[in-house]
């Protein structure tokens, strides 16, 4: 089935609210999620409410904490998230990240104490939306990167994401995982009942899993096993993966003190946060440059990627962010897809909590 983004966006604030979390914050976690599923990105919107169900019912997810400021500079500033939706709180980092680029040149700001916030790429395209150079980076509390060489996994996907505009072209907007796939992507294909690529996941021994449901099982529930770092098995381009992955979890995690997942899975106490650690950073381009140039510069850079020979006539080169504009373009017309398993999690969602199914109107 398929349902119009508004009922996508509805849908989720309705079971967020039903769940204890106050009017303004759910809004704000709805569209930052509905607009995920807007651009494609299935793996982090309306599929991940199963999830937030789990954490917000064993009591590590306070849904009604608010963020608040815990130190800040001219350029800079550390939020505190509360144990809450990470959603609230990196929309208010990268918009204060913002405010201070827009003043200053650069804006820095990190969040500790944070849980899950859904699609990296949101947050940059805030920063785009302003006219600004966008960059974040977050921590994961789910153990599931295997180091390079490794045998057991001792890092999440650690995001990254990138957003630069343009002038008559939109931007840049890069979004990615520093695993080969990040694992919510996982579970939409479990969901679909589709077999992952050869070297998205492997096991215990290093061998790679195909079945989408044997994959999840070593992703969320085992201590071995799991996804491969950004390239895959090849050991040297995967040792980039995995530095990218170490990036990410200094910047978005150490940097603001939040808690390495590894060490804080072996103490966490009943009851405690998954204390995931974010990164935004906004740069103004009139900083730096004569007003416009930069963006007359960022558009002859992609105008030259597309410029370039294709190596199939009937397959364009792209620019990251392209096949997300495009599929929002589609999913604005024909609605997000449902696929029939999830549907009967989000049924299940709502008859629990009270909250009125509307994706099916």
């Not at 849908?11 to 607009?35: F, H, N």
């Not at 500033?77 to 959603?87: C, R, T, V």
Request: net charge negative; aromatic share 4%.
């Amino acid at each position: 089935m398929r349902a119009g983004v508004a009922l996508v966006r509805d849908q989720i604030e309705r079971v967020l609210t039903a769940w204890g979390m106050p009017q303004d914050m759910a809004a704000i976690s709805a569209r930052l999620m509905a607009e995920t599923d807007r651009l494609g990105v299935d793996s982090h919107g309306i599929s991940m409410l199963p999830m937030y169900e789990q954490k917000w019912r064993a009591g590590i997810l306070d849904l009604t904490a608010r963020p608040r400021v815990v130190r800040e500079g001219t350029a800079s500033a550390l939020l505190d998230g509360m144990g809450g939706l990470g959603h609230p709180v990196s929309r208010q980092a990268m918009e204060l990240a913002c405010d201070k680029a827009l003043s200053h040149g650069v804006g820095a700001v990190s969040v500790r104490n944070s849980h899950h916030f859904g699609a990296a790429g949101v947050y940059a395209r805030l920063a785009l939306a302003r006219g600004l150079v966008g960059l974040v980076a977050s921590s994961a509390v789910t153990l599931i990167m295997v180091p390079t060489r490794g045998a057991m996994p001792r890092l999440g996907t650690n995001p990254l994401a990138f957003a630069a505009p343009g002038g008559h072209h939109p931007g840049l907007v890069l979004d990615m995982a520093t695993t080969t796939v990040a694992g919510n992507k996982v579970k939409v294909y479990d969901f679909y009942g589709k077999p992952l690529p050869e070297g998205w996941a492997v096991d215990g021994q290093g061998r790679s899993v195909t079945d989408a449901s044997q994959a999840m099982e070593f992703i969320f529930k085992r201590d071995e096993g799991g996804l491969t770092p950004l390239g895959g098995t090849a050991a040297m381009s995967s040792h980039k993966g995995y530095g990218l992955a170490l990036m990410a979890q200094t910047l978005g995690g150490t940097l603001g003190g939040s808690a390495l997942a590894a060490l804080h899975a072996q103490k966490r106490q009943p009851g405690q946060g998954d204390d995931v650690g974010h990164f935004f950073l906004a740069l103004n381009p009139d900083a730096f440059r004569e007003a416009g140039s930069f963006e007359d510069d960022m558009d002859e850079l992609i105008d030259t990627m597309r410029d370039t020979p294709a190596a199939d006539p009937q397959v364009p080169v792209l620019v990251p962010g392209d096949l997300e504009a495009a599929e929002a373009l589609r999913r604005d017309e024909a609605g997000v897809p449902i696929s029939r398993a999830l549907d009967e999690k989000l049924r299940a969602i709502c008859e629990r909590s009270g909250a009125r199914y509307v994706l099916g109107l």
